[in-house]
Every structure is written in structure tokens, then in C-alpha cells.
């Protein structure tokens, strides 16, 4: 069973950066797309970001506008997201997601981590 570990939260100030990692086990990493998705308090789960198993392909959604940077080491079963310029807007629970084919709904998902940025 594959089981996704979030880590890399916390509290940040407007303007700082923050990177989160998400550690894969139970299944063949490479395999697998791997995301990032967030939900803000009151709001819908939203799409952040996803790379192709070989890395060769990366998707963001459009708010992210270059701030943030997806990367995978497929040598360490670990998927990453680098955040920049960072916002209260960017206050929220990141997940982190594996799915089998690149660009559908994620097969399995992380519990998340809290990301809070103060103005």
C-alpha cells in the first residue's frame, strides 16, 4: 500500500520561502506522477502542482505564476515543492499525491502539512 509522509510546514512570514518534501514508500516511485495539491480554510482542494515519474514533465496551476518549483529524487522516493514570495494566500494544508497516469485524479494521498504565512 502506498503511503505518502508530508513534511517542511510552518510559519512564515510574506515574502519568505518554504520547501516541503513528501516521502513515498510501498510502491515503485518512478511509477508514479507525483502533486501537490492545498486547501485554504473555507475553500475547495486546489490543484498546485505535478511531475511526470521521470521528471521530464512538470504542470502547474496558474496562481503559482514561477513562485513555486516542483522536483522529484527518485533515488530517495521523494517528491518536493519549493515555494517562494509567499503570501497569506498561500496559507493552507499542501498534500502531496501519487497517481499512475500522469494528469488524472491521484490514486493515493498524504495527510498534508500546514503552511502559514503572516502578513
Known amino acids: 500500500q502506498v503511503r505518502l509522509v508530508e513534511s517542511g510546514g510552518g510559519l512564515v512570514q510574506t515574502g519568505d520561502s518554504l520547501k516541503l518534501s513528501c516521502a513515498f514508500s510501498g510502491g515503485t516511485f518512478s511509477r508514479y506522477a507525483m502533486g501537490w495539491f492545498r486547501q485554504a480554510p473555507g475553500k475547495e482542494r486546489e490543484f498546485v502542482a505535478v511531475i511526470s515519474g521521470s521528471a521530464f514533465t512538470k504542470k502547474y496551476d496558474e496562481f503559482v505564476n514561477g513562485r513555486f518549483a516542483i522536483s522529484r529524487d527518485n533515488s530517495r522516493n521523494t517528491v518536493y515543492l519549493d515555494m517562494s514570495i509567499l503570501t497569506p494566500e498561500d496559507t493552507a494544508v499542501y498534500y502531496c499525491?501519487?497517481?499512475?497516469?500522469?494528469?488524472?485524479?491521484?490514486?493515493?494521498w498524504g495527510q498534508g502539512t500546514q503552511v502559514t504565512v503572516s502578513s
Open positions: 499525491t501519487a497517481s499512475l497516469r500522469f494528469g488524472v485524479s491521484p490514486d493515493y
